[in-house]
């Protein structure tokens, strides 16, 4: 047999039919579904008369419209309110698993899937999410879907798929302190730009790849979208084993052995060859910000931002001029020092116990300066218990910032918690476009140590001053 | 669907690249529950000032844009988030087809199903189109989905890609869940045989 890729081992065993000229039908093993994307998908299945084919291969959440604030189950408006009753009611009348607003398995979608063990190797997941492509990180096909698609799984357990390209992104060398999985995917995106994986599934090789735990692993293949990419896959191995084991969904005993074996078998096979492949060196890499209106625009910390004469092609041009101008910055300045309002710590991509964890460490013995707003948002009712068990949340208290309740946040801004217009923020989530944590709210991109860092000095800052000082 | 055969129409100008889902639709009217509605709500915060009143200077407020069907947009047009919302709300305007020389995976997708046509073109087409657009407001292109052509001004043709089985979906107005369900016997003997 041929060598496989990764992708294409877990595409082959998935695909229902083939044909020449037309798309591959797909069956999904895993179908995850959130309050904002679903409720036409339940309507359209509705007017056709259709039932759900495979009830209990979806799951369903409340995470993208729900408020954080602490210990308290409410809603923002009148219609957000609407669209959580009608998950529930679809829930309900389809026979679908629903960890709703104040269920204790209740969370981040990209963040409940792997930690209750849904997430495997091998398997096909979807979501009506862009950032579906986290659950790569174990090895599985993963993608975001729109709301049609989301009724195409409901009512069939398949899509209509073509088969994209693959790209290698090879990480090779050793991280420097302070530098993390963030900083990995923040400069593939400044490397290749929003679109430059566009049309191609990622799997990320190498051996800084393999050093990361599973979270810095998830971290890295949530914003694949970002670099374009729908998915981001990583070979499974034992890191990805020994965070599944035990977790509620995944087989137990003799059946885990088994898995492991069939698991191991999915990593690209020597001699498999990619489409693309780009290199990355990891001991040249420095914490990561972006300073424009897209994930592509991102930059080494003690960069300056580009100045104007970078960009050969006059709409490239036009485009950072007009992010220039909306984030209210001067080409080729500093971002070091850029007084700062708001600090977001969460979202799918860093809300995990490790961020967190990266974050208070920062935060212990020190106080989040005067004028700057704080947030810290973990991505599960897991994640906050275990994070209360370790006295995190006290860090975080102590030091000034919100500790809240689980949720999207102000990754999305359509839950009450956003930027008011002109504020700056460094935040941990995964979007920095014009408006996306608030009407006029300007984002910089960064790690849970840049963030902390710049929330503890009032201004974007490298967390190597405080931390290795 | 809406069936898509040929169009004539002029078109809006949006000469800017990476033009992501947040900006086509911002996240806080993603709380609806409906996909139709979608059209005022548009490239919002570009196209209403603070007080909610129509921005001039945002092009599809300009008269010359009302009544148009294709809207001729920068490279990675549709970048971002998987929402649907965005076609729902870019046919809710009144748009049929999107001429840009790049579109992103999952907006194309979401596009494709809702009989909105993503036209991909070569940056020289892209040029010349956008010149002669935003020179004459009145200029008419025209998309012909059989021949996947693109036709304007004095002898400007060109092709467009477009895989055979979204042609003939868009062609005939055919609902893709449609011919997925068509498979049900062999999604039976897949499930029985692997899971």
């Known amino acids: ?469 | 669907m809406a069936q898509f055969t040929t169009l004539t129409s002029h078109a809006v100008p949006l000469p800017e690249e990476n033009v992501d889902t947040d900006q086509i639709i911002p996240a806080r009217f993603l709380k609806v529950t409906d996909k139709h509605g979608l059209g005022d709500s548009l490239f919002c915060d570009w196209r209403y000032l603070k007080d909610g009143s129509n921005n001039p200077d945002f092009v599809l407020n300009q008269a010359a844009s009302q009544g148009a069907q294709i809207l001729l947009a920068g490279n990675n047009f549709g970048s971002g988030s998987s929402r649907e919302h965005a076609p729902w709300a870019l046919v809710g305007w009144g748009f049929r087809a999107i001429i840009s020389t790049g579109f992103a995976d999952i907006f194309k997708s979401n596009s494709l199903k809702n009989g909105l046509l993503p036209v991909e073109v070569s940056e020289a087409v892209y040029k010349r189109l956008m010149e002669a657009v935003q020179l004459d407001r009145s200029t008419e292109i025209t998309i012909d989905l059989q021949s996947q052509s693109v036709t304007a001004l004095d002898g400007l043709e060109t092709t467009f890609p477009i895989d055979a089985f979204s042609k003939h979906c868009l062609l005939e107005g055919i609902d893709q869940l449609g011919y997925l369900l068509s498979f049900d016997d062999q999604i039976t003997r897949h499930e029985q045989q692997r899971t």
Not at chain 1, 214 to 232: L, Q, W
């Open chain 1, 1 to 469: 047999m041929e060598p496989r890729t990764l992708f294409q081992k877990v595409w082959d065993a998935r695909v229902v039919v083939e044909e020449p000229d037309r798309p591959a039908v797909l069956y999904i093993d895993l179908h995850l579904i959130h309050e904002v994307t679903s409720p036409q998908a339940f309507t359209g299945l509705r007017e056709r008369g259709l039932r759900v084919r495979r009830p209990e291969k979806t799951i369903a959440t409340m995470d993208h419209s729900t408020p954080t604030l602490p210990k308290a189950l409410w809603v923002i408006d009148d219609q957000a309110k609407a669209q959580l009753a009608q998950l529930e009611s679809n829930c309900k009348e389809f026979g679908i698993e629903l960890y709703a607003l104040g269920d204790s398995r209740n969370g981040i979608v990209h963040v409940i899937g792997p930690e209750r063990g849904f997430t495997q190797p091998g398997k096909t997941i979807v979501c009506g999410d862009s950032h579906t492509s986290t659950h790569g990180a174990f090895g599985a096909l993963a993608f975001g879907i729109g709301t049609s698609e989301v009724e195409h799984v409901l009512a069939t357990q398949c899509l209509l798929q073509r088969k994209a390209k693959t790209l290698e992104v090879r990480v090779e060398g050793q991280l420097m302190p302070a530098v993390t999985a963030k900083d990995i995917i923040l400069a593939l995106c400044a490397e290749i730009g929003t679109g430059g994986g566009t049309g191609y599934v990622i799997e990320f090789t190498g051996s800084a790849i393999r050093a990361l735990d599973m979270e810095g692993r998830m971290t890295v293949c949530n914003m694949s979208i970002e670099a374009g990419a729908r998915a981001g896959m990583i070979g499974p191995d034992e890191t990805t084993f020994e965070y599944l084991k035990g977790r509620d969904h995944v087989p137990q005993g003799a059946d885990w052995d088994a898995a492991v074996e069939r698991w191991i078998q999915l990593r690209t096979d020597e001699g498999a060859t990619f489409d693309k492949t780009v290199v990355i060196d990891a001991n040249k890499l420095e914490p990561m910000i972006t300073y424009g209106t897209n994930p592509g625009m991102g930059m080494q910390i003690s960069e300056p931002m580009p100045t104007m004469d970078r960009f050969e092609d006059a709409s490239q041009r036009a485009a950072f001029e007009k992010a220039m101008g909306y984030m209210d910055l001067q080409p080729g300045q500093r971002l070091l020092g850029k007084k700062i309002d708001v600090v977001f710590i969460g979202s799918c991509t860093n809300s995990r116990i490790s961020d967190l964890r990266m974050a208070a460490g920062v935060f212990s013995g020190r106080k989040v300066a005067d004028g700057v707003r704080t947030l810290v948002v973990p991505g599960s009712h897991d994640i906050k218990k275990q994070a209360e068990a370790e006295g995190l949340d006290r860090i975080f208290e102590e030091a000034g910032a919100e500790w809240r309740e689980p949720g999207c946040s102000m990754c999305i801004a359509m839950n009450g918690d956003n930027l008011e217009p002109g504020q700056y923020a460094v935040s941990t989530s995964n979007r920095n476009f014009e408006g996306r944590q608030g009407k006029g709210g300007r984002t910089f991109l960064a790690s849970p140590l840049t963030a902390a860092a710049s929330a503890v000095r009032g201004e974007v800052t490298d967390p190597r001053t405080l931390l290795l000082s």
